[in-house]
């Protein structure tokens, strides 16, 4: 069961980064069709930031210990 995970999540994690590698260059030429190239590079950094907050606020959420585990009592 744990191999199967590990597979579906690498073969996942490679489709992604294909398809979001492919599709960069169609996004960005149409969004330099229709916004100014400074206006553009500010909207990805804004997308990105929002993104890895995201992500980080998830992972601090499942790896964080709660008060319980940090005081000893079980």
Do not use: C, E
Not at 48 to 72: E, H, K, N, T
Request: charged share 15%.
């Amino acid at each position: 069961m744990n191999d199967d995970r590990n597979v579906w999540a690498a073969y996942g994690s490679t489709s992604l980064f294909v398809l979001l590698w492919a599709s960069g260059a169609i996004f960005t030429r149409w969004g330099l069709d229709h916004a100014s190239s400074f206006a553009f590079l500010i909207f990805r950094f804004v997308l990105a930031i929002v993104v890895l907050g995201l992500v980080g606020i998830w992972y601090r959420r499942r790896l964080a210990p709660g008060p319980a585990a940090a005081s000893g009592s079980d």
